[in-house]
């Protein structure tokens, strides 16, 4: 497909485990946005990279979200010890290097749900 | 920091009614503003923005002046169409060349449209 993918669509979890969530971007965008989503609430910036390193990860809410994207495209958002808090939609958005602002393609999200 | 604030939804209209939705927002500096949409179903899109005061950004028949002096990004359609029933997101980016996707968001405004 040429848009965002992320996967799972659903994921449901048990407090304390360990989840993945992947994000695969558009074809040749180096720039990638993770978001979260809670109920009710617009998106908040998590962490964004350009290529495989993080650029900015001052969104990260605790050490027990970590992201990657190890070969400049795919991307991981990896958080440990979940927390019924941590419900919510994940979104991911890819870009270009010279997009202008805002220039953003999300994806459709993964929502999880912390039991 | 910054925020953004929408007006409270959800908002219901008849099809070919005049469509307002209020954005404000606090910022330092010069942000640039955006409208996002998202469908049912699908990811955020960009609908349209505006980088600089008194910039109107247009699309789809929806327009929104940037408006310094207000503080406001108010979004606007003459006549709107069951299609566009939809969730709007009203947001900022100031994180200028280094970081064009790091977004504010709104908390976002339901709208329906009914035939």
């Known amino acids: 497909g040429a848009g965002v993918s992320q996967t799972p669509s659903n994921k449901v979890t048990e407090k304390g485990k360990y989840v993945e969530l992947r994000c695969d971007p558009i074809?040749?965008?180096?720039?990638l946005y993770w978001y979260r989503q809670s109920l009710g609430q617009g998106p908040e910036f998590l962490i964004y990279f350009q290529g495989t390193g993080a650029a900015d990860d001052s969104g990260l809410p605790n050490d027990r979200f970590f992201a990657v994207r190890p070969e400049g495209s795919v991307s991981t958002l990896k958080i440990q010890r979940t927390e019924r808090g941590d419900s919510a939609v994940y979104l991911c958005?890819?870009?270009?290097?010279?997009?202008?602002?805002?220039?953003?393609?999300f994806g459709e999200g993964s929502r999880l749900t912390v039991l | 920091g910054d925020s953004v604030t929408q007006m409270e939804g959800p908002v219901t209209l008849s099809e070919e009614a005049f469509l307002t939705i209020n954005c404000t927002y606090t910022a330092t500096g010069y942000p640039s503003l955006f409208w996002y949409v998202q469908y049912p179903g699908e990811g955020l899109q960009l609908l349209l923005k505006?980088?600089?005061?008194?910039d109107k950004g247009s699309n789809k028949g929806f327009e929104a002046t940037y408006r310094k002096e207000t503080t406001s990004f108010h979004l606007e359609k003459g006549s709107v169409q069951v299609s566009d029933s939809a969730v709007y997101f009203c947001a900022l980016n100031n994180a200028g060349g280094t970081s064009y996707g790091k977004l504010t968001f709104g908390q976002g405004t339901i709208l329906t449209v009914h035939p």
């Open positions: 505006a980088t600089k005061a008194d």
């Open positions: 074809s040749g965008h180096t720039a």
């Open positions: 958005a890819s870009s270009l290097t010279r997009a202008g602002p805002g220039e953003l393609f």
